[in-house]
């Protein structure tokens, strides 16, 4: 068996997808090229020609589209798009000749769908198909109906959830700003803390030194007018007030260096 484009070599003979169907009528086997839905046949390059004298209303579809081709036909193959003939007992499918061939060579059973369908129109199974079918379709319908409910619910969930991330977000948004103002208003207040005691402490040092420079001033005076017992006082004053500066450096410098940092809650 060989396979070669659109055909298939069955035995000796070629099987074709579609096979002209005036062709057919004069026992010639010819691949169709073109399809007429008002006529319902395949038709070769040849035949169409011919047609197309006969029918000029007729629409003619080619091979570009071959997908209008299908359907057409209920007594055709949805596969090979030949012509059902058979049934397979074994697999219970209905079979064109092309499918006897590739598929069911093993199988052992076949009815003729031409014995199958006789008296078949006066069965109750035939006969109750339409209200079977109606009852589907109904069924169907429902279900369609149910899901279009499900896709306005689902819309209206996600819509909803959108609404409340944004909500969700703008009292985010406002948290966040208050505690942003809380922690400046805190270094602000730190900041000028911080400031005001590196003021004091720079007026501090500079009167201390001012005193210092007036002290030693006055003593050189007093020294170098002979005042021995005032040169005294001054010396002892001026000792006194060297401890006092010393132990204001002292503790100026023994204090921690304050620097400013931030440090963010990680919990937030």
């Given at each position: 068996?060989?396979y ?52 000029k ?137 911080l ?9 501090t ?15 050189n ?18 000792q ?29």
């Amino acid at each position: 068996m060989a396979y070669g484009g659109s055909s298939m070599y069955k035995g000796s003979d070629l099987i074709h997808d579609y096979s002209c169907s005036k062709c057919e009528e004069d026992d010639l086997n010819t691949e169709a090229q073109h399809f007429c839905p008002q006529c319902e046949n395949y038709l070769c390059d040849k035949c169409v020609t011919r047609h197309g004298s006969y029918y000029k209303k007729h629409t003619v579809f080619g091979r570009g589209d071959i997908q209008k081709w299908a359907g057409f036909f209920i007594d055709r193959c949805d596969k090979h798009r030949d012509k059902l003939n058979v049934h397979c007992d074994d697999h219970q499918e209905l079979c064109c000749s092309v499918c006897v061939t590739l598929d069911h060579r093993l199988c052992s059973k076949f009815s003729h769908l031409d014995d199958l369908a006789r008296g078949f129109l006066n069965t109750a199974d035939f006969k109750l198909l339409p209200a079977a079918v109606d009852n589907i379709r109904s069924k169907l319908d429902q279900l369609m109906n149910a899901g279009k409910k499900d896709q306005i619910s689902l819309k209206d969930s996600y819509e909803k959830i959108i609404a409340e991330i944004k909500a969700h977000r703008k009292e985010i948004n406002m948290i966040l700003d208050q505690m942003e103002k809380k922690t400046v208003q805190q270094l602000d207040s730190l900041m000028k803390d911080l400031e005001q005691c590196a003021k004091d402490d720079l007026e501090t040092c500079a009167k201390m030194n001012d005193q210092l420079k007036d002290m030693v001033d006055k003593l050189n005076q007093i020294t170098c007018n002979q005042k021995k017992t005032n040169s005294y006082i001054g010396f002892r004053k001026c000792q006194t007030m060297l401890k006092e500066v010393t132990s204001v450096m002292q503790e100026i410098q023994g204090r921690p260096k304050e620097g400013l940092r931030f440090k963010s809650d990680e919990s937030v």
